[in-house]
């Protein structure tokens, strides 16, 4: 059964960081694209940033770029989101999911298959 668990998530100043996991069971993913999407409270959930399935391409959206860092461990089965210079309008439960083998160009929730449960991240201001 393939499972996918987040973890990290918190309640944060603005201003402050946070380190989201994603651990993988049930088989592999080093061969697959990943992703991070978050959802606030009435929106819909968003892209946030994708990596490839060696690490070697990463792309986060315009709203955090420079401040949020994808990166993951194969050998762990694990990926993470680096959050830093958070904001109030950070604030979301924080999912992760699985792309398409190798890499992904998308942002659209409809090309990940599998997805965590997710993880909330408050950051107050």
């Known amino acids: 059964q393939v499972q996918l668990v987040e973890s990290g998530g918190g309640l944060v100043q603005a201003g402050g960081s946070l380190r989201l996991s994603c651990a993988a069971s049930g088989r592999s993913f080093s061969s697959y694209a990943m992703a991070w999407f978050r959802q606030a409270p009435g929106k819909e959930r968003e892209f946030v940033c994708r990596?490839?399935?060696?690490?070697?391409?990463?792309y986060c959206a315009d709203s955090v770029k420079g401040r949020f860092t994808i990166s993951r461990d194969n050998a762990k089965n694990t990926v993470y989101l680096q959050m830093n210079s958070l904001k109030p309008e950070d604030t979301a439960v924080y999912y992760c999911?699985?792309?398409?083998?190798?890499?992904?160009?998308?942002?659209?929730?409809?090309?990940?298959?599998?997805w965590g449960q997710g993880t909330q991240v408050t950051v107050s201001s």
């Open positions: 990596i490839s399935w060696s690490g070697g391409r990463t």
């Open positions: 999911a699985v792309g398409p083998k190798y890499y992904s160009d998308s942002a659209y929730t409809t090309d990940y298959d599998y």
